[in-house]
């Protein structure tokens, strides 16, 4: 058992080492958008790459440990949990690219607004992100259902921005091109925070062996 | 080992029943688009529940076979897959639920252009669906590998149309709503067709036991 101990370890710092790849590619691509940082940008998609040969290296880890060894609840609640979480970072990479796109689309076009709410919606993805993922670590199921409750802020945020953008759109039609590209860019944020609110749910599924999804009351 | 072949069994029906839920789902939401079919679209907001509701029953079912059980070698990875396929499969539940939102959203909007290559982008998309559901179901790799080549023709249409519709919202701001709704149409369809060539993927090492995601050459 000491081996399967040390193997769980190896699959616990082989996720870590994903969700840091992640997370740069998420504060790269926001810099991208925000401080208009092609150099940035081109970082995330020079990852991508690496994100996507980690992913599958994580699920042989963890398919491995099954098949070699018989977990029972807890380590395999682990386990399942890893591939799971795995999944979504990965998605979350693939999301980091289509902001870094949209971003250097967007350098290319006249500003129309200042983005006073894209920094305020990805300050909140972020930090989405990077409690989701801290809780994992830490097995705090507090902090997973302070993640949860933040879903609905950027939901509404991202609302509010989309009728913005529109009426931006509808006063000048050479607007429309840059306001698609920040359509584009909160609607990827939106489903960054979206996938953390899945890797909470995961969190509270490993610590608690309870599946909150679609079930507000469980959630509190 | 006879009660165990009979809870695979189990699995695979639960499975089946969240697929053809799911395709029910997206066949509804494309009818709301296309015939204008309010009542489809109300259907698909109903079945949402159940959809959510069976991903956390076969996800329960599957997490209990690997943990009362010791599924080794193809066991193993049809379970893996099986949970693999089961979110998914959830998640195009969600994309038939943004799809139909849209399609009430445009019934009450001034038709701006025949709507030529929605159908033709749904056509194929349902039948990468359906191919990849059916790869599973008879554990066919030529069939899966099939829905992995369709999936730059999906990506290719979008592109054409969302390059028109930008030349539609141009023209006119009284079209910018109405195209805005046919561009997160077109986005969530091709959405559901990067599912389906999950869900190939994923028989693809069921079958196979490869990983092909990420790896062009192991896709042949």
Redesign the interface.
């Known amino acids: 058992m000491r081996h399967f101990v040390e193997e769980l370890d190896q699959l616990k710092t082989k996720l870590l080492e994903m969700s840091s790849l992640v997370e740069s590619a998420i504060q790269r691509s926001i810099s991208a958008v925000i401080q208009k940082d092609r150099s940035a940008a081109e970082e995330v998609f020079r990852n991508e790459?690496r994100i996507?040969?980690i992913?599958?290296e994580i699920?042989?880890f963890a398919?491995n440990l099954?098949?070699l060894h018989?977990p029972?609840?807890a380590d395999?609640?682990l386990i399942?949990a890893a591939?799971?979480i795995n999944?979504d970072l990965e998605r979350m990479g693939d999301l980091s690219v289509n902001i870094a796109q949209r971003a250097t689309s967007l350098m290319d076009e006249p500003v129309i607004k200042p983005m006073i709410d894209i920094p305020h919606i990805a300050g909140l993805v972020q930090s989405m992100v990077r409690k989701s993922l801290d809780a994992f670590v830490t097995r705090d199921a507090d902090l997973a259902r302070s993640v949860l409750a933040s879903d609905d802020a950027v939901d509404s945020l991202r609302t509010a921005s989309y009728h913005e953008l529109?009426s931006f759109?509808?006063?000048d039609?050479e607007n429309?091109?840059a306001a698609?590209d920040l359509?584009a860019i909160t609607r990827n944020l939106e489903r960054l925070a979206d996938h953390s609110t899945n890797i909470a749910e995961d969190v509270l599924f490993l610590v608690k062996g309870i599946?909150v999804?679609?079930h507000a009351e469980a959630r509190q």
Chains 1, 2 share one sequence.
């Open positions: 790459a996507n040969a992913e599958v699920d042989e398919i099954l098949a018989q029972m609840a395999l609640r399942v591939l799971k999944t529109v759109m509808e006063r039609p429309i091109k698609l359509l599946d999804r679609h």
